[in-house]
């Protein structure tokens, strides 16, 4: 079938993009369900910092690829072996598709699954198949999904079945700000209640963290931004502490607030001083987080003798460090429910014409979550 897509053809391009237009909407075939595959028509997509780290070169990927894997959708069509999806199910798309039988997989930490990273890195499906090309030439995947586009056929193992009284641009939140945000907290952080938090990068992502930091019942959340705009939203979404990174003495006024630093600091920001700023914020004793994607090259430090003679912890965090279907319909209730209000993340709804001005809000730090409305 022939699908409207927005093809990225060439990485590294500079802004603004909606001059240089590094994302092509155009017309591209589109294969239907092979096998354990599935067939969605896309409802919702959200723009993310990694999509814009494959369009800037943090994260290199094969091209042409049509971006996008923050979605929802709609099921239209399931491949043989597929047998608890319908047509007409409301799905979530998950940007790690997990086999299920790798030793990650197997230890119930699908994010980390091996096929699931080589088939994304490579940019084709689970099955190794590309179901994308044009004039009979493959068009890569993103993370398995593609969702910039009007249709996807993704493997069965990149979707998750969601109850259809959800608002599906809602619904799309959760396959990455929420999943990685919240589940940073509730899984890699395992924030407590009445503990003291700090979030570092308040893009959707990290605005869902501080969400999560609220919902989990900690006392004290600090929030810390180089936009007054997002750190004043982090007030509204229940933060307790705000704090502008580019203060030459916030590590200071964050320890004096939190008496000696936080329990736990989670880093959403994709950078390396924000790492060590995070390390800096987190007390004796304590856990930091990252959850941000610098560029591969990027190299950091921090004062060895701390991990021990401090007991401090520092681990990352990859799709909430969490199992999706476990995790997304807790997300989704505890939304339904009032407790997670994700839907104060959304600042902008766009068409798929749009997509290069809205890389352009991205970076620029005017938008937080913008999603893509396909019908």
């Not at 004039?135 to 990149?158: D, K, L, M």
């Not at 600090?222 to 003495?249: C, N, Y």
């Amino acid at each position: 079938m022939k699908i409207r897509a927005a093809v990225l053809e060439e990485i590294g391009r500079e802004g603004p993009y909606a001059v240089s237009l590094p994302l092509r909407v155009q017309e591209i075939d589109l294969e239907g369900p092979g096998p354990g595959e599935v067939l969605i028509k896309m409802v919702a997509a959200g723009l993310c910092h990694s999509d814009l780290s494959v369009i800037n070169g943090d994260r290199p990927r094969p091209v042409p690829m049509a971006l996008g894997h923050e979605a929802s959708g709609i099921v239209e069509e399931v491949g043989a072996h597929v047998h608890d999806l319908v047509p007409g199910d409301h799905v979530v798309c998950v940007f790690v598709p997990s086999c299920g039988h790798c030793a990650p997989c197997a230890q119930g930490r699908p994010a980390l699954c091996e096929p699931g990273a080589q088939h994304n890195g490579a940019g084709d499906l689970m099955s190794g198949a590309f179901r994308l090309r044009r004039h009979g030439e493959p068009v890569h995947h993103h993370c398995g999904v593609s969702s910039f586009a009007e249709y996807a056929t993704v493997s069965r193992n990149s979707l998750i079945k969601i109850d259809p009284d959800v608002p599906l641009h809602i619904a799309a939140l959760m396959g990455c700000a929420v999943l990685t945000g919240a589940g940073a907290v509730f899984n890699g952080g395992d924030v407590k209640p009445g503990g003291t938090t700090a979030v570092i990068g308040l893009g959707g992502v990290g605005l869902a963290a501080v969400l999560g930091a609220v919902a989990a019942g900690a006392e004290t959340v600090v929030a810390v931004d180089m936009f007054q705009q997002k750190l004043e939203l982090a007030l509204e979404l229940g933060a307790t502490h705000i704090f502008r990174a580019d203060d030459p003495d916030v590590v200071a006024k964050v320890r004096e607030a939190t008496n000696g630093g936080v329990e736990t600091a989670l880093e959403f920001a994709g950078s390396v001083k924000a790492l060590e700023f995070s390390y800096a914020i987190t007390r004796r004793g304590g856990t930091t987080v990252t959850a941000g994607l610098p560029n591969p090259k990027a190299m950091l430090s921090i004062p060895a003798v701390s991990l021990v003679a401090e007991e401090r912890t520092l681990k990352g965090s990859y799709l909430g460090s969490g199992v999706p279907s476990r995790d997304i319909p807790r997300f989704l209730g505890l939304y339904k429910r009032g407790k997670l209000p994700v839907d104060k993340l959304l600042t902008h709804r766009i068409v798929l014409d749009d997509i290069n001005e809205g890389f352009d809000r991205l970076a620029s730090g005017e938008a937080i979550r913008q999603i893509i409305d396909f019908i």
